[in-house]
């Protein structure tokens, strides 16, 4: 039993520029400004080991060949070449650095399966003396081989799952895996394997379990590809409940805007109603005022008539003793008072017209004053009302404005909440089937042939004590007693699960755990690959003042310097990717790789500026 070692990584292509890394034999560091290729980085170690989906991203299009390094135990170097989106893997027996085309010494799958016999999982694990241990993969004890990926996935931690609520023993959320995921843990930390259990089956009826599973994988995978996701259930219930806070926030502001929208609607109607009305009044007072002016002037007219009347009258001789200017008669042959009656009378008749002209033109005015203050009255409350529909105007357009892209953000939400719900569901039924895959995987078992499966607590206690002081020597505060509960199959710590605390503390959990097994499997002649893979283990602890919201411990500002410093002294092959730097001293020791992002320098793992990080 012997140790793996990362010697390199490369991408290579036709008319492209060689982007590498060499991999230090104890500790590499990564670090440096974000998307510039170190998540990437972890996730093409993972995919050259077996992994099943390649990291993609712009600055990696046209490059054809992935190579991987490797040193075996007994010196020997290889190279894993696999193209972006293949299943193969080609091995070559010496160090290749650069694009390759040269016949490979040993072609292999990258999947391993329970009929695999030429898969990476089996040749390397062959190497490393491994070939040969089993653990169980259901509750009725049924076993396999142990994969090679049963072991990357504890030593190579991506930023997603290092963050990740979900156990770092785990590979999914679905009850199917965790018999065998326990299965390993036992195997890691005791180094017993499990027997090879017949299953006590004929062939008939392992054709027809067979013939079962293949058809539930196929229903898995379907479902499988319809996710549009690769959150898990807590993630993506922990958004659905995010999720909706924010949809209960933006629907109140919503009903506010709308509310404030439709009372000035409302108010611009009335006054619209109020202003039609007033105008039409407007006209009409407008129209009577002009037709009394009209009468007034005749009215004036006729008594300034009057008054020449009688003013002519008077120098026409009206008024005066001689020949009658009514009827023509010469004096003598007038009666008496004959002149002096036509000349009253025609006097009174001037006079009376006078008074009943002024008692019209009295009776009018008022009339017409009143008028013209309704006139007036009736302007200021047009302009008023011409006013206040300007601004209601104003109002509803300035809701309006507000309203479309609160509605369209509101839509954004629902449809993001109906894909979360859809992905539940389909995450929902994906358990239900691997839980009946599981339970047709354990009929080949009968209880009596069911191993232990638990870890003896001497040995567990041990572990533990290896988790602690790894925290310890890190520094990290408030996370005293912790330790693996193998039967939740979590990490504890402050006598709270690992999934139940903050984003920074399941981070620096994960990271305390994956360093303590590999340090645990290396001291006892354990099974481990020999080295680990850590992505963004205490970015969050970078600066206590930019902690995310939700982080449940006082941070210090020395946890990131102890981390390092104590990852000198790992036993194996460490590789450590951060945005934060290092501590001087850890670079002088340690194989360093600085990426600038747009800085002088490298900018990031490819020759160009940025890539996913």
């Not at 046209?62 to 007994?74: A, E, K, M, R, T």
């Not at 696999?82 to 070559?92: D, G, V």
């Not at 599973?213 to 196929?218: E, P």
Request: aromatic share 6%; net charge negative; glycine share 8%.
């Amino acid at each position: 039993m012997g140790d793996l070692r990362l010697i390199h990584l490369t991408y290579a292509g036709m008319n492209k520029p060689t982007a590498s890394v060499e991999f230090d034999p104890a500790l590499t560091v990564i670090y440096g400004a974000s998307d510039t290729g170190k998540s990437f980085i972890a996730e093409s170690i993972e995919y050259m080991l077996g992994g099943a989906r390649a990291p993609e991203v712009r600055e990696s299009e046209g490059y054809s060949q992935i190579l991987l390094g490797l040193q075996l135990p007994d010196s020997t170097v290889l190279t894993l070449l696999r193209a972006p989106h293949s299943n193969t893997i080609h091995i070559y027996r010496q160090d290749l650095r650069d694009l390759v085309t040269g016949f490979a010494d040993v072609h292999v799958t990258a999947a391993h399966t329970a009929r695999s016999r030429n898969s990476l999982s089996l040749f390397l694990l062959g190497e490393l003396g491994l070939a040969d241990l089993r653990i169980r993969k259901n509750e009725a004890g049924g076993s396999r081989p142990l994969a090679l990926n049963d072991l990357v996935h504890l030593s190579v931690v991506p930023e997603t799952r290092m963050v990740a609520p979900l156990s770092p023993v785990l590979h999914s959320a679905a009850a199917s895996g965790k018999t065998a995921a326990a299965s390993v843990m036992r195997l890691l930390l005791t180094g017993e394997s499990d027997p090879d259990i017949d299953t006590g089956l004929n062939a008939g009826q392992r054709r027809v379990n067979k013939g079962k599973i293949t058809l539930l994988d196929q229903i898995v995978l379907d479902l499988q590809s319809k996710l549009t996701t690769s959150e898990n259930v807590r993630e993506l219930r922990d958004r659905q409940v995010r999720l909706q806070t924010s949809i209960d926030e933006h629907s109140t502001t919503l009903r506010v805007i709308t509310d404030r929208h439709l009372g000035a609607v409302t108010a611009r109607m009335r006054a619209a109603e109020e202003l039609a009305t007033v105008e039409a009044r407007l006209t009409e007072v407008g129209d009577l005022v002009s037709r009394f002016g009209l009468l007034e002037e005749q009215y004036r007219s006729d008594l300034a008539r009057l008054v020449m009347v009688t003013e002519a009258g008077g120098l026409l001789g009206y008024f005066r003793v001689g020949k009658c200017v009514f009827c023509g008669a010469e004096p003598e042959h007038q009666h008496p008072g004959h002149q002096e009656q036509e000349t009253t009378h025609f006097h009174a008749a001037v006079q009376n017209e006078t008074v009943k002209t002024s008692a019209l033109l009295a009776d009018l005015l008022p009339t017409i004053e009143d008028l013209r203050a309704q006139f007036d009255t009736l302007s200021t409350r047009r302009a008023g009302l011409l006013q206040d529909t300007a601004r209601r105007d104003g109002e509803i357009t300035e809701a309006q404005a507000l309203l479309a892209p609160l509605r369209e953000r509101m839509d954004e939400y629902l449809h993001a909440r109906s894909e979360i719900e859809r992905n539940l569901e389909l995450h929902k039924r994906i358990d239900e089937l691997e839980d009946r895959r599981s339970h047709l995987d354990g009929e080949t078992a009968g209880p009596g042939q069911r191993p232990a499966g638990y870890v003896p607590n001497r040995t567990l206690s041990t572990f533990d004590e290896a988790v602690r002081a790894t925290l310890e020597s890190w520094k990290v505060p408030a996370v005293d007693f912790a330790e693996y509960d193998q039967y939740a199959m979590d990490i504890r710590a402050g006598g709270r699960p690992r999934a139940s605390r903050g984003k920074g503390v399941r981070s620096v959990l994960h990271s305390a755990f994956t360093t303590a097994l590999a340090q645990f499997c290396l001291s006892n002649s354990r099974p481990h690959p020999g080295f680990i893979v850590l992505d963004s283990p205490v970015v969050t602890y970078r600066d206590p003042i930019e902690e995310p919201i939700g982080e449940d411990v006082d941070l210090t500002s020395n946890v990131v310097d102890h981390f390092y410093r104590n990852m000198i002294d790992f036993p194996g092959q460490a590789v450590i990717l951060e945005n934060g730097d290092p501590p001087a001293e850890v670079i002088s020791q340690a194989s360093v790789y600085r990426f600038t992002g747009t800085g002088p320098g490298r900018h990031g793992f490819f020759p160009t500026a940025a890539a996913d990080g």
